[in-house]
T-cell receptor
């Protein structure tokens, strides 16, 4: 089955700096890659997603890049703000079957 | 308001006492799923359902049952709960497998 690894597990950045989280996946036929943000005590919420036919997608300060050859995708947050502090999860959906496999999460702390 | 509703939000129970966690969505979504969240392990899929009467195992189905008799409801059943099922559980729904998932607020289960 699909295996998703996420790094780093914790990330501390200064307000205004950029944050990058990387995920690798095992199933070369995976075709959907969402990113979720989970604030403390809250539900996960989708922040951005990308499909396998696209290499990059951007939404204001957030961008996701996909490298299908290397089987990895990354979340980029620019001009970080204290409200970006949360746990971020990547996920991948394999082409075979209908399961969504999540990475272990990255705790991001933005220091003012 | 579009939402996924889980009940109960918190439950402390004892080993072997059957319990059901309900999940209901009002968005007419076809795909529904249950996850458990444990520290350092991210979100792991327990079961999912593509539509009424169609369910399938996720990555950690042992000790759980589900049913999908109506499109809006997807209960999670623990017939004989054990302490290793102590966790935070999330129900989610979406239009399809490769679409953004909407999560409920979570159910924190403690099994003594």
């Amino acid at each position: 089955g699909e295996n998703v690894e996420q790094h780093p597990s914790t990330l501390s950045v200064q307000e205004g700096d950029s944050a990058v989280i990387k995920c690798t996946y095992s199933d070369s036929a995976s075709n959907y890659f969402p990113w979720y943000k989970q604030e403390l005590g809250k539900r996960p919420q989708l922040i951005i997603d990308i499909r396998s036919n696209v290499g990059e997608k951007k939404d204001q300060r957030i961008a996701v890049t996909l490298n299908k050859t290397a089987k990895h995708f990354s979340l980029h947050i620019t001009e970080t703000q204290p409200e970006d502090s949360a746990v971020y999860f990547c996920a991948a959906k394999g082409a075979a079957g209908n399961k969504l496999t999540f990475g272990g999460g990255t705790r991001v702390l933005v220091k003012p | 308001e579009a939402q996924v509703t889980q009940n109960p939000r918190y439950l402390i129970t004892v080993t072997g006492k059957k319990l059901t966690v309900t999940c209901s969505q009002n968005m007419n979504h076809e795909y529904m799923s249950w996850y458990r969240q444990d520290p350092g392990l991210g979100l792991r899929q327990i079961y999912y359902s593509m539509n009424v009467e169609v369910t399938d195992k996720g990555d950690v189905p042992e000790g759980y049952k589900v049913s999908r008799k109506e499109k809006r409801n997807f209960p999670l059943i623990l017939e004989s709960p054990s302490p290793n099922q102590t966790s935070l559980y999330f129900c989610a729904s979406s239009l399809g497998t490769a679409r953004p998932q909407h999560f409920g607020d979570g159910t924190r289960l403690s099994i003594l």
